[in-house]
């Protein structure tokens, strides 16, 4: 492998100093000076332009990493706020969340209540049925037994003993 030297224009473009024209550099040698040419030299006209391509290449470059980056940042920026926004609504249906279940709670605890309040007034109800049925029917014995003996009369109020017959469930 051969080891070449920088051209002069590479030695200028990676300083941060101008760009100097190959025929301005060797100009500013001792002893040289420039062919006498009404025309020049077909070699330097491409390399300026080269050089000029590359250059506006490595700018053109420079700044399109630039634009990326900006853009990376910007999404990172947009990420991280999205992931703000979705940490405050998993705050929120959580909070929901929690008082939806003491909710829910409350309301099994309540149910629970009410069907033992519902069950001992039904066990309550069924009782005073039961010792409405008695009497019922312990007066029925009684107005039976009492109309054996003496046959029909009436009862208090008035009433005829038949009406007492009638029981309502």
Same mark, same amino acid.
């Given at each position: 492998?051969?080891?070449?030297?920088?051209?002069? &224009? @590479?030695?200028?473009?990676?300083? &941060?100093?101008?760009?100097?024209?190959?025929?301005?550099?060797?100009? /500013?040698?001792?002893?040289?000076?420039?062919?006498?040419?009404?025309?020049?030299?077909?070699?330097?006209?491409?390399?300026?332009?080269?050089? @000029?391509?590359?250059? $506006?290449?490595?700018?053109?470059?420079?700044?399109? /990493?630039? %634009?990326?980056?900006?853009? $990376? !940042? !910007?999404?990172?920026?947009?990420?991280?706020? !999205?992931?703000?926004? !979705?940490?405050?609504? $998993?705050?929120?249906?959580?909070?929901?969340?929690? =008082?939806? &279940? +003491?909710?829910?709670?409350?309301? %099994?605890? @309540?149910? @629970?209540?009410?069907?033992?309040?519902? =069950?001992?007034?039904?066990?309550?109800? =069924?009782?005073?049925?039961?010792?409405?049925?008695?009497?019922?029917?312990?007066?029925?014995?009684? +107005?039976? *037994? *009492?109309? /054996?003996?003496?046959?029909?009369?009436?009862? &208090?109020?008035?009433?005829?003993?038949?009406?007492?017959?009638?029981?309502? $469930?």
């Amino acid at each position: 492998m051969t080891s070449s030297r920088p051209s002069p &224009a @590479d030695l200028a473009s990676r300083s &941060a100093e101008p760009v100097v024209e190959p025929m301005e550099f060797l100009a /500013a040698l001792e002893g040289w000076e420039p062919r006498p040419s009404s025309e020049p030299d077909r070699s330097e006209l491409r390399v300026v332009p080269a050089e @000029d391509r590359r250059l $506006k290449r490595m700018m053109s470059n420079r700044e399109s /990493a630039r %634009r990326s980056r900006m853009r $990376k !940042q !910007q999404h990172l920026e947009d990420l991280l706020n !999205q992931l703000n926004r !979705q940490r405050e609504v $998993k705050r929120e249906l959580s909070n929901r969340l929690s =008082a939806v &279940a +003491q909710y829910s709670i409350f309301l %099994r605890f @309540d149910n @629970d209540r009410l069907r033992s309040e519902w =069950a001992s007034l039904h066990r309550r109800l =069924a009782e005073i049925r039961r010792l409405l049925l008695n009497r019922e029917f312990q007066r029925l014995n009684s +107005q039976s *037994a *009492a109309s /054996a003996c003496g046959g029909f009369g009436s009862g &208090a109020g008035g009433e005829s003993n038949f009406s007492s017959l009638i029981v309502n $469930k």
